[in-house]
């Protein structure tokens, strides 16, 4: 045992290298893999190997103990180690308290997707037979399995996610070892490292089980039920009826870890998101195709180069010592995030229940959040600053997955490897410097308790207990017992239970009790409504949050349990009138609709909740604006923000005589100009997306370009909201929220009257968001002139690169304005470097052959190698220029903070660079000039066609069924309809453009490299 002082959060299952969700880069693409003909390559690989020769080895279990620093008021524990356990990854314990252990001892699998995969994988089952907490007996439970990373127990037997199958072992004899060995499902795809594939089956509250799929899709059949049809996906979380198979996607791309807290919410994760918040499933969605939304998840903790880790090991991963393969250190955040675990046990601090904690094997420590209600989702950060919850300094340690036992215990799964990264992510010749099997044959298993905890050594098994047994341990103060008792009485469907059940919620004092009831009745088949009426008329917040759950299938045949739900609209707790706007889509009864209008106005500001209420509204659209519009009026911003989304659901989808019958509502005199802009937007942003607007006419003109009266009024109506719109626009006492608005608006309107004004705000005094705003509603302007503008040469060398990109994307979006593109290049006004290779290959190979031929011309010198050619002339004159760190650290503030950061300074929207000093100048200056070489499987970029005219360039944010959500090179996301898309596909190269070079004198680039080398998280200095 260990007494102790640190705190960190749960790793991933491998560490994917740089893999930032949306690395867009200014400086680096998310992760380069140089050509090593490069002078410094196999030097790094051979001082990083040197590192680990030189390195202390593995250390023996307890030794390893004495390593660890952990927060004071616990205290860490051996519960296994080898040879009893090797390579472990997953775990779980039975009703009878026996540990499953999953162990991928075949990993890393070969790099060669031709060579035959080792069949190593083991399930092992452990005791402890006399019960001093350290388990002594192993019996292989399943063996010849490939990478198996996961399980779940279930009737007798396991649960165990082995892509390309789940499968399905039973013991069925009693000697502990598998004799049902069977694929219940299968066709998850493998075409990825067993790093990335499908994992974590956990069941959920609602008797589900759930499973997250890292970066891969699949093809996925029921072997049973061959009459199915395959589910087919790409990249999305799924869920399956453990007794049926039937099989469907849910909301969610997470990786290594998932977990629910005590009323059923779901978390995943991901290598550089510790914690989501699964908030809304696609299913909800899909009743609106019309609605401008894709997103199911919440950001719950911060993310990227926000989501700090305080290390206390020497940095020892891949892309610190091999510098010149990895272009993001990432060291000092989160890079390896998994088996994210929101803690329910009894063993811990009381004042710790709920905690979340989180794996970080690539830094060797696990970190404690604390979680805090955010609107209808969450909100976490690290319990404390500067210091971990355990933190180790072996870097041999290697946690990859936690989980609460009946002990009420925090348990650790250590995978103990010397290098945990897949050599996939490493070049070819640079993998025979790193021994990736170091670490084979070890494993270990913490037990995390709070300091004064006490063993209980008493055996149990829950197997043989009575169903009124099982309906007390309901109320057990740990959730291990709880969802225990649910998962055996509904894997018995013994319907002496339901009297038992009912007590528990008509009369227990614990809420998480009563939910457990209710959903237990539901998997036996046995709740009635009165039952689900007490549950929403329940005193707990969470025990009526999933009452309106259970109601919402049943409301279409229980007006009871209508009348009651829409009782609940007023409710006091921000969680419940969510579920109710979403449960409100399942019933076309009218009062539904009026109050879901009064959910609108009183949280129609909160994303969520607004988009709960638009996904219900489903083909009620006009009935919804009217109920809306016949109620006092919601504030500015709420009005504005409804009024927007609906706008765009009726332009999308609505005829033209109701969408004029809108412009009309939105326009009245008698309404606040204060939200008029974004409504009228919107409405002109669905037009577009259906391709209304011909020729140099905008949609909004084309939807009132009739004749009839009411066209006319419209059109006068829509010319005086653009007229002060423009004034609005260009005055800078104004709300910058409302001038956003009505730039927007403008670019639905014609240059003739709208340009010059757009073109005012391009001017450098702006703020680069109003710039930026101006700039887009430019490009939308349906005018070659408005192009033109875009590139005048004299705005052009005073757009930063943030103003840049997005004059790029803009202009590369819309045919009409490529013509000034290319005619800026041709002239010079415009570098043909600063398109990127990937613009590049969109010109020369566009569907308009006169466009092809033009781009093939400017760019014949351009696309031959030309970025290593400039990197090699700069090399030989940057690598002897002495740089000052001191200039430099301006050079990054002018030209790479708008979109980097970098030892807590720039923003967000690219990679952050904080310890990209650990890699040699050249690297650095490699990264800066080459940025299109090779990018981190996930996060090519995709180029989409839509139905509009429009060819759209970005990173795949989401997608859901209706549509999808791109994110362009300057982090803006852009929503679009399926139905809307003519075609996408990857790209294979990077967002980022080059030519940066073009932008720096060369003092100056050696003045930023020496300002990066200079420090990195932690006050190290590089020379």
């Known amino acids: 045992m260990l007494n102790g002082a640190s705190s960190e959060d749960p790793p991933h299952l491998v560490r994917l290298g740089s893999a930032v969700r949306g690395g867009a880069s200014l400086l680096v693409t998310v992760v380069l893999a140089f050509s090593w003909h490069l002078s410094f390559s196999w030097r790094d690989a051979a001082v990083y190997a040197a590192r680990q020769r030189t390195a202390a080895g593995p250390l023996d279990p307890q030794e390893a103990l004495a390593s660890f620093e952990l927060e004071p008021g616990y ?13 472990p990854v997953a775990m779980a314990f039975d009703e009878r308290g026996r540990m499953y252990v999953v162990e991928s001892r075949g990993y890393p699998n070969p790099v060669d997707p031709e060579e035959e995969l080792p069949r190593e994988g083991v399930i092992a089952l452990l005791e402890d037979t006399n019960g001093d907490g350290r388990y002594n007996k192993r019996t292989n439970f399943a063996e010849g399995l490939t990478y198996p990373n996961g399980i779940m127990v279930w009737n007798g037997g396991v649960f165990a996610s082995c892509a390309p199958d789940l499968l399905y072992l039973k013991d069925t004899n009693g000697d502990g070892r598998a004799d049902i060995h069977k694929a219940v499902l299968t066709g998850f795809s493998v075409d990825k490292t067993a790093a990335t594939r499908f994992s974590h089956p956990t069941l959920g509250m609602d008797n589900w089980v759930y499973l997250t799929h890292g970066l891969v899709g699949g093809s996925v059949t029921a072997p049973d039920y061959p009459e199915r049809a395959a589910v087919e996906f790409t990249r999305s979380d799924s869920r399956f009826d453990p007794f049926t198979f039937d099989f469907e996607l849910t909301g969610g791309q997470g990786q290594y870890g998932l977990t629910l807290d005590d009323f059923g919410r779901r978390f995943i994760c991901d290598n550089r998101h510790p914690v989501w918040h699964v908030a809304m499933e696609p299913r909800y969605l899909r009743r609106n195709p019309h609605l401008p939304f894709s997103e199911t998840v919440h950001e719950v903790s911060k993310v990227g180069t926000e989501a700090v880790v305080w290390p206390i090991s020497a940095d020892r991963t891949t892309a610190s010592f091999l510098a010149d393969l990895l272009s993001e250190p990432h060291a000092g955040t989160f890079t390896a995030a998994s088996g994210v675990h929101i803690h329910r046990g009894d ?14 094997s690539a830094q060797n420590l696990v970190q404690r959040q604390v979680r805090s209600p955010d609107g209808v989702t969450f909100a976490s950060r690290p319990a404390r600053e500067g210091v971990e919850f355990l933190a180790s300094r072996d870097s041999w340690f290697s946690p990859v997955f936690a989980a609460n036992g009946p002990d009420g215990a925090l348990y650790i799964v250590d995978m103990y490897r010397n290098f945990i990264d897949h050599p996939q992510f490493i070049p070819e010749p640079g993998r025979s410097e790193l021994d990736f099997e170091a670490g084979k044959g070890y494993g270990r298993i913490y037990r995390i308790v709070a300091a004064e905890w006490k063993r209980e050594s008493k055996p149990f098994d829950l197997a043989h207990a009575s169903v009124e047994e099982l309906c007390r341990a309901l109320e057990h103060p740990n959730a291990w017992w709880r969802e225990t008792a ?12 339901v009297p038992y059940l009912r007590q528990v919620v008509t009369k227990r004092p614990s809420a998480v009790a009563r939910v457990h009831a209710l959903w237990t009745l539901e998997g036996l088949q046995r709740l009635e409504t009165k039952e689900v009426v007490q549950g929403l008329q329940d005193q707990d917040a969470g025990v009526r949050e999933n009452a309106v ?4 299938s049943r409301l279409g045949r229980s007006t009871e349990l209508l009348s009651h739900l829409l009782t609940l609209a007023e409710d006091s707790d921000d969680g419940v009138r969510f579920r109710v706007a979403l449960a409100l889509g399942e019933t076309e009864d009218p009062r539904a609709t009026e109050v879901l209008a009064d959910l609108a106005r009183r949280d129609g500001d909160h994303l969520w909740a607004r988009m709960a209420v638009l996904s219900s509204i489903g083909n009620r659209a006009s009935e919804f604006l009217r109920a809306f519009a016949a109620s006092p009026p919601a504030s500015p911003a709420i009005t504005a923000a409804v009024m927007q989304d609906l706008g765009q659901i009726f332009g999308a989808g609505q005829s033209p005589e109701r969408c004029v019958d809108l412009i009309l509502h ?20 669905g037009l577009r997306t259906r391709g ?15 004749s009839t009266p009411k066209a006319r009024e419209a059109r006068a109506r829509i010319e005086a909201v653009l007229q002060r719109a423009a004034t609005v626009a260009l005055d800078e006492r104004q709300p910058p929220e409302l001038r956003l608005a009505t730039i927007e608006l403008l670019g639905y309107g014609a240059y003739a009257s709208d340009g010059k004004t757009l073109e005012r705000l391009l001017e450098p ?3 680069p968001e109003i710039q930026m705003a101006a700039v887009r509603s430019l490009g939308r302007l349906n005018d070659s002139a408005a192009g033109r503008a875009l590139v005048e040469p004299s705005r052009w060398r005073t757009y930063t690169p943030q103003v840049r ?6 202009l590369m979006a819309e045919t009409n304005h490529l013509p000034a593109l290319l005619g800026a290049i041709e002239q010079g006004d415009v570098a043909p470097t600063a398109l990127g290779r990937l613009r590049r290959t969109q010109l020369v190979k566009h569907r308009d052959a006169s466009i092809q031929q033009r781009a093939i011309k400017v760019f014949a010198n351009t696309e031959s190698g030309d970025r290593m050619q400039v990197y090699q002339q700069y090399k030989e004159k940057i690598t002897d220029l002495a740089g000052h760190a001191s200039k430099g650290e301006q050079v990054f503030a002018t030209r790479c903070a708008a979109c980097h950061t970098f030892d807590g300074t720039g923003r967000g929207l690219a990679p952050d660079l904080s310890g990209i000093g650990n890699q040699p100048r050249e690297a650095i200056l490699l990264h800066t000039l080459v940025p299109d070489y090779e990018i981190t499987p996930g996060y090519d970029a995709y180029t989409l066609e839509t139905q509009d005219g429009r060819a759209l360039l970005g990173l795949l944010e989401s997608e859901t069924e209706t549509s999808i959500t791109l994110r362009d090179p300057t982090d803006r996301q852009e929503t679009i309809p399926r139905r809307n898309i003519v075609s996408m596909s990857a790209s294979g190269n990077s967002l980022m453009p080059s030519g940066l070079e073009e932008l720096m004198t060369e003092q100056e680039l050696a003045d930023l490299i020496a300002f990066l080398k200079r420090r990195t998280r932690g006050g190290d200095t590089h020379r």
């Not at 205290?75 to 390579?87: G, H, K, M």
Request: aromatic share 4%.
């Open 75 to 87: 205290r860490i524990e051996l519960a296994a180690a080898e040879p009893l356990v090797v390579d």
């Open 347 to 360: 063993a811990l601090p009381r004042e710790h229940r709920g905690s979340i904690f989180i794996c970080e």
């Open 486 to 497: 649910q998962r055996l009485l509904v894997e018995r469907q013994d319907r002496a239970a």
């Open 549 to 552: 759950r259970l109601a919402e």
């Open 666 to 685: 939105i326009t009245d005199p008698a309404n606040d100009f204060v939200w008029q802009p974004a409504a009228v937007a919107g409405v002109a942003e």
């Open 692 to 706: 209304l607007g011909q020729g140099n006419r905008s949609p909004l003109t084309t939807l009132v370009s009739g």
């Open 765 to 767: 005094q702006h703020p």
């Open 805 to 810: 990109e997005t004059v790029l994307s803009v």
